[in-house]
């Protein structure tokens, strides 16, 4: 099973990616798909093939056909119900529309803030700023905060028609909400874990 903190998603230009069918992450073999009965290629298909399960992977374009499994990294140990329920949902449809992939990617740090802040605002950038205030988050998860909150945007927002249709993008911001999960909840749990399992009498020693 993949790992998502080293997850590369299929893509059909990559020599190596974390198959779709097996989860391992493998080199894969690529092939033209042709008419039987011509050289012409067919609806720009392309196959590709794991050298791990031998299963194969059909493309039309640059969207994998088969199996419909998504292309997005899997949610990261630990992530809260309410937040797992957007981000799994952003899964299913990243593949083909990742403009609604971002906003409910957007709506899943929502979740996550109010996970982390016992009187969130409900106004993003006001809640990621206390979050930074009150030194729950350092500067580096604010970025990453921010980067989602922003993209996310593009495509909530009324009048934002503008915004273009961005997998890459959107992927990364799959990679960010995991970065974020781990560094506020999961490493977090290990610490307290671990420190209750101190004796108390340890915990008072100064040397």
Partial sequence: MSNSSNYISPNKDKSSYHCPRCGVYSEQNHFALRCSNSTNRILNGTATKCTHCRDYHLW????LAVPLASIAPPPAENM???VKEDYEEARQVVNHSSKAAAALLRRSIESLI???LDDAS???YSDIETLADEE????RIRKAFDAIRVNGNEYTHAGRIYAQDNQEKALRMFELINV??????SDDRIIQEMYRDLPENKKRENN
């Fill in 180 to 185: 974020i999960v781990r560094t506020t909840i």
């Fill in 136 to 139: 729950i988050i350092d500067d």
């Fill in 60 to 63: 039309i374009g640059d969207e």
């Fill in 80 to 82: 809260p119900d309410d």
């Fill in 122 to 124: 409900g106004h993003l």
């Fill in 114 to 116: 109010d996970e982390l």
